[in-house]
């Protein structure tokens, strides 16, 4: 069964579990969705990463897979993989849990959003907002309740989609999150209270630029 599905699209979307895998591997293709990245770069060391670029973060993230790890969500639109968004609990995230601007805000037990791949035909249609509905609908089926975006405020109407890989706030906005904090002026930490809507009241909205 999907975690979430929008029958005027014909969209479901399903977590991504090892009877899935050929079908990440035909979205993502050749180049691993982003020059051999395969969505391992939040996880690695950038030595590490760099080291195995390609067919080595491809075989990582098929162990994850097969080990069962929470890893993300994958999108379909007429039984096609279209989509992708990258969500776990946030301490796999070596990236994150070693940044500046998103280091953790409290010792709250978090998920994270920390990528989306959309492919071409399907981009500026309204799936990033889609993908986030099932991110939410995924984190109520695991009992999650705090999930955190990182996304990136745009500099222009059209920007590259490389750029936009981890959203825009426009959109997490539409879906329900909030801004908690703000260490720079271009990258909002938002959340999203899962079942508990009035505390989205007393979130305090920080605005310590550090960048």
Do not use: H
């Not at 993300?72 to 096609?80: F, P, S, T, V």
């Not at 995924?138 to 920007?159: D, F, M, Q, R, T």
């Amino acid at each position: 069964m999907p975690v979430y599905a929008n029958k005027e699209l014909d969209l479901k979307i399903f977590p991504l579990d090892i009877n899935r895998w050929g079908d990440f591997e035909t979205l993502f293709g050749e180049r691993g969705a982003c020059g051999g990245c395969w969505c391992m770069s939040w996880r690695l060391k950038r030595s590490i990463f760099e080291k195995q670029k390609g067919n080595g973060n491809k075989l990582a993230m098929r162990n994850l897979v097969q080990q069962n790890e929470k890893i993300g969500l994958l999108a379909y639109i007429d039984n096609k993989p279209i989509a992708w968004c990258a969500v776990a609990p946030r301490d796999v995230y070596l990236k994150l849990e070693n940044s500046r601007i998103l280091k953790r805000i409290d010792n709250e037990p978090v998920w994270s959003i920390t990528c989306f791949f959309i492919t071409k035909p399907y981009r500026r249609k309204g799936l990033s907002l889609e993908l986030l509905k099932g991110v939410i609908k995924y984190g109520e089926a695991n009992k999650v309740k705090i999930i955190e975006g990182y996304p990136v405020v745009p500099y222009s109407e059209k920007i590259p989609a490389a750029f936009a890989w981890t959203g825009i706030p426009s959109v997490f906005e539409k879906a329900g999150f909030v801004v908690v904090e703000r260490r720079s002026k271009l990258k909002p930490m938002m959340r999203y209270y899962v079942g508990n809507t009035q505390s989205l009241k007393m979130v305090p909205i920080l605005t310590r630029i550090i960048e």
